[in-house]
């Protein structure tokens, strides 16, 4: 299974010895179709400085075999001198630069954009980004840190409105919070309901540990949900205790997902999920980032269609009994939706 693509396997079995006589022989061989994909999933990860939370990722992405990690830092030490990025990936540090070329993030499974300053996260890098995200169906992850990110980059603007980064996010206003006492996150149902915020099974387990556990979470930058993003996890300030759950849960938003153009977003607002570590190694840490990868990379298959629609089955293949699931997605270019409009879709099949 060297090869990219879709693959028939069968199992066959022989008579134990030769002239045995069966009365059914139907049973003896089966086959199945799977697809066969570079399992390495490409993470660029890219921060502005080598803060814990980008020293802890690195470690947990770099001891998955199954994630190819490139890595950006542009505030380094180089003892004095300047390394080319060829020096620099040849022993084994990061590069100070964005990847060069007009396709350069087009192999990447997915982008986690750390706390990275206006000087190195300029106009033309976020530009960049947003058609990676809106036409190329990328995965962008988003993590907060208390220099920059997201809050440097809230109020951008451009000719035509609210700047790339900030079209991307899926919250406004992100304001960064620090009790005395700590954050305890709160997990939305979606949020309990989507598989990379499990961390244990158990539902009482999962929620204690995004809640904070041992201690709450130290630090956070929360923000409005925008409309059409979904809140996973938030704050719920009891300033709002008498508001409507699903309303007091949007307007404190800490982890929030939402899909733009052909690709998705994903905000994580705290700077310290390392603390997953405490007491448990890389169990939990690893857990919820290799977990959001394998979610990002997952999100690449709608790539049949045009400028207008993107569309794809959610397997490879089905059994006859299996009911078949197509997704699809629709380009900003098409506008807004309007009420009554009418959807439709025609199915071939092949013999």
């Known amino acids: 299974l060297e090869a990219v693509g879709q693959r028939t396997l ?5 008579p134990l010895f030769e002239g045995a006589e069966e009365v059914v022989t139907t049973n003896n061989r089966l086959s199945t179709t799977v697809s066969v994909a570079d399992d390495r999933i490409r993470v660029l990860l890219v921060d502005g400085q080598g803060r814990w939370e980008f020293h802890y990722l690195t470690a947990a992405l770099e001891r998955d075999r199954l994630v190819e990690v490139k890595k950006v830092l542009f505030e380094q030490p ?15 540090l990061p590069s100070d630069r964005w990847p060069e070329g007009e396709d350069a993030l087009g192999g990447y499974g997915c982008i986690i954009l750390g706390d990275v300053g206006p000087d190195d996260l300029t106009l033309a890098e976020r530009q960049r980004l947003e058609r990676w995200v809106s036409e190329g169906g990328g995965t962008l992850v988003v993590s907060a840190g208390k220099r920059w990110m997201p809050q440097e980059y809230a109020e951008e603007s ?8 900030s079209r991307l996010l899926p919250v406004l206003n992100p304001r960064a919070l ?25 539902r009482e387990e999962n929620a ?14 929360v923000g409005l949900a925008k409309p059409g993003a979904t809140v996973l996890a938030g704050w719920l300030d009891p300033k709002d205790a008498h508001l409507r759950p699903a309303e007091r849960e949007r307007r404190n938003a800490a982890v929030a997902r939402q899909s733009y153009g052909f690709g998705r977003m994903l905000y994580v607002g705290v700077d310290s999920t390392w603390r997953l570590r ?24 709608l790539m049949a269609g045009n400028e207008w629609v993107r569309f794809g089955p959610s397997q490879p293949s ?7 699931q197509v997704t699809a997605r629709l380009s900003e270019k098409l506008g807004a939706l309007k009420p009554g409009m009418l959807a439709g879709a025609r199915g071939i099949a092949l013999e």
């Open 278 to 301: 405490y007491k448990a190694g890389d169990l939990y840490h690893h857990r919820f980032w290799g977990q959001v990868v394998r979610w990002a990379a997952g999100g690449r298959p």
């Open 10 to 14: 069968t199992a066959a079995v022989k």
């Open 158 to 165: 451009s000719a035509g409105g609210p700047g790339p980064l």
């Open 78 to 92: 180089r003892l004095g001198r300047k390394l080319s990025p060829e020096a620099a990936e040849k022993a084994g």
């Open 178 to 202: 620090a009790p005395e006492e700590g954050l305890a996150l709160t997990l939305t149902r979606a949020g309990e309901e989507q598989k990379f915020m499990e961390l244990e099974g158990e």
């Open 318 to 324: 089905y059994t006859p009994d299996e009911a078949v």
């Open 208 to 221: 204690a540990l995004w809640a904070g556990h041992p201690r709450p979470w130290g630090w956070a930058a």
